[in-house]
């Protein structure tokens, strides 16, 4: 089982659909998380920080459920340029420093 | 603000021929660098980390190594390419300081061996 699990994808969906992108990790021990969207054939791209609270910027909430870790990224009202594949990526510190990244999931937004 | 460089974008290299990229970050100190291997339709994996000068923590056993012989410099080498080592590398930092360590990644190398 990997560290860190994403859904496979890859996900379409029409101009203005709400997206869910869901993310677990096995490790309690990690200790920050995040959310990087990679176009193609380019670098990742932090995207949010995950926190305890949850966090909000404009269309996209991120949020954390440590009890079920458990990590999720929704995007609102999507744009066809938010077509890309969104990565979760989650660090710990115990034995050592390990950031581990997800597989990834593709999201196709079509017009 | 702070900016990060990779060269070359792109490289076609022999097997067995040496390897050398270069990864310079301004406008930060004492950042924490960062190798990552991400093959073609994979995910990213974590190569190397360095948490200062001389200081690099390997990931993983292969064919590569890493060396920091600068604050803001990181180099990536080999003396022998393989095949699998083509993929898309990528180098990104992290504030030093802060535990949080969002990381922040450069425009990558994309590099086949033939």
């Known amino acids: 089982r990997k560290e860190v699990e994403q859904d496979p994808g890859p996900f379409n969906v029409p101009e203005g659909a709400t997206v869910a992108f869901n993310c677990t990790y096995s490790n309690s021990a990690s200790q920050s998380f995040f959310w990087y969207r990679q176009d193609c054939r380019k670098e990742p791209k932090l995207l949010m920080s995950?926190?305890?609270s949850g966090n909000e910027d404009g269309r996209f909430t991120a949020q954390l459920n440590r009890a079920s870790q458990y990590i999720s990224l929704l995007i609102r009202d999507s744009k066809l340029s938010d077509s890309a594949t969104y990565l979760c990526?989650?660090?710990?510190?115990?034995?050592?420093?390990?950031?581990?990244f997800g597989a990834g999931t593709r999201l196709f937004v079509k017009a | 603000s702070q900016t990060i460089h990779q060269w070359p974008a792109t490289l076609v290299q022999p097997v067995g021929s040496p390897l050398s990229l270069e990864c310079t970050v301004e406008?930060?100190?004492?950042?924490?660098l960062y190798w990552y291997r991400q093959a073609a339709g994979r995910g990213l994996q974590l190569l190397f980390y360095?948490?200062?000068?001389?200081?690099i923590s390997s990931e993983v056993p292969q064919n590569l190594s890493a060396s920091r012989p600068q604050d803001r410099q990181f180099i990536l080498s080999s003396k022998k390419l393989l095949l699998s080592d083509s993929g898309f590398y990528l180098c990104a930092w992290s504030y030093g300081a802060r535990s949080y360590n969002e990381q922040f990644f450069g425009p990558g190398t994309r590099l086949t061996v033939l």
């Open positions: 360095s948490v200062g000068i001389g200081q």
């Open positions: 990526v989650v660090n710990r510190r115990t034995g050592g420093f390990k950031t581990i």
């Open positions: 406008g930060t100190s004492n950042p924490n």
């Open positions: 995950v926190y305890s």
